[in-house]
């Protein structure tokens, strides 16, 4: 009796197993028969992995064994059995992929197993189950079932789109950008893309430079920005000049005194040897010099010549000078 | 206070290479007009402007940089004097003729951007927007410099 056996087993481990397989095996024939092209990722038959037709031969082969006569025999009591040409499968393998199935199933339906008291198991018990409960749990597991086939099925689009794209990107690995999901990967779109993303960076920078600019959200009021940021300042540059111009009516410029006056402000330890570096390689000498001499002849005036000539050594010890002085 | 990104490099150079190079094209101006010192303030105001300029353009490396390059060709050709730089990229024609196409836009913002910055008509976008963070951040130095000299000689 292969079913008692069966049954015998399943009770010790627990009815509900009992009865998951009992409805499982009508749920196979569901699957299998009426959805036999659905294919890879996403039919049962992946789970009992074997292929389709050996599947159906199982099945079949149980039906035209003498189990129906067993299943009648047990039943009996409960007559309008849904699972009328029961099919239960006898096969080893089957049971125990049906039992991992049943597993998984009953970690979802955990409260089926919460009811059902499961330390005493009778066969009464367990005829008396499915006629309750099996309705229920039927529409559960075959609801189950589908969101279970649902969710592989969408998980397989989408590794699939997935891979679509990386294949796509692996035939260009010069270009060194990801082709992200739902977007076009061809040539042009990429070099735009990058294009893009080149001129975005370089925003970032000017935000990041012009004062509150940060803020904003949008490319265009950033861009005004910027370009008011670049208006003052030359607006301001103007208006430094005409204010330098107006500061000297007549422009004499002796370095001593502007260097000193700028004492506190630019030489504030801030000169370095390039600065030095920088004046020694102006050619000086042979450029300045004859008009100074001119200068000299015809202005009487001030123009105190030793301290306005900038060579090296006079420049280095201007510093000291100013550093002197200041406090 | 030079800033760096990893692949855009907008260096700038300390305050004193502005302040020396200022003060020497002052001092060319000077030493340049001697007697018939037009006492006008306007005229000395655009000298001096010019000057600025140009000592800027000289002080962020001369030709290292787009508009300081174009800067310095305009000043040289207001004064008649021909300077050419060697090696200048041009990646120019295609934009053009693509302009010329599309010439009825609205004034973009890059257009007028392009306006501003000295050099930036022929520019690709994104080396428009690396240029113009270099140059503002010059133009800052320029002013700093002016506003320290200003301060400097005025009567206390």
Known sequence: MDLTHGFGARSGIGPVTGLESLNFSDEFRQLVTTTPPENSGGSFTALLEMPVTQAMELLHFTDSSSSQTNITKLAGDISPHPFGTLTFPSNSLLLDRAARFSVIATEQNGYISGETPSSSANLDRVKAEPAETDSVSENQNSKQNQNKRKEREKKAKSSMKKTKSSVEEDKLPYVHVRARRGQATDNHSLAERARREKINARMKLLQELVPGCDKIQGTALVLDEIINHVQSLQRQVEMLSMRLAAVNPRIDFNLDTILASENGSLMDGSFNGESYHQLQQWPFDGYHQPEWGREEDQHQADFPMGSTTLQPNQKISEPKRCRRRSP | ?156
């Open chain 2, 1 to 156: 206070m030079a800033s760096s990104d990893k692949t855009i490099n907008t260096d700038v150079p300390e305050k004193d290479v502005f302040a020396i190079h200022f003060l020497q094209s002052l001092s060319n101006l000077t030493t340049q007009n001697p007697f018939n010192s037009p006492d006008t303030t306007n005229y000395r105001a655009r000298k001096i402007k010019k000057a600025a300029y140009v000592s800027m353009a000289k002080a962020a490396g001369g030709s290292s940089r787009l508009w300081s390059r174009a800067l310095l060709g305009r000043a040289a050709k207001e004064n008649n004097k021909i300077v050419r730089f060697a090696r200048r990229k041009r990646k120019v024609t295609w934009k053009i003729s693509s302009k010329r196409r599309s010439d009825q836009r609205a004034p973009e913002a890059t257009d007028r951007l392009r306006n501003l910055v000295p050099g930036g008509g022929t520019m690709e976008t994104s080396k428009l927007m690396e240029e113009t963070a270099h140059y503002i951040k010059c133009l800052s130095m320029q002013v700093k410099v002016m506003q320290c000299l200003v301060d400097g000689l005025s009567p206390k």
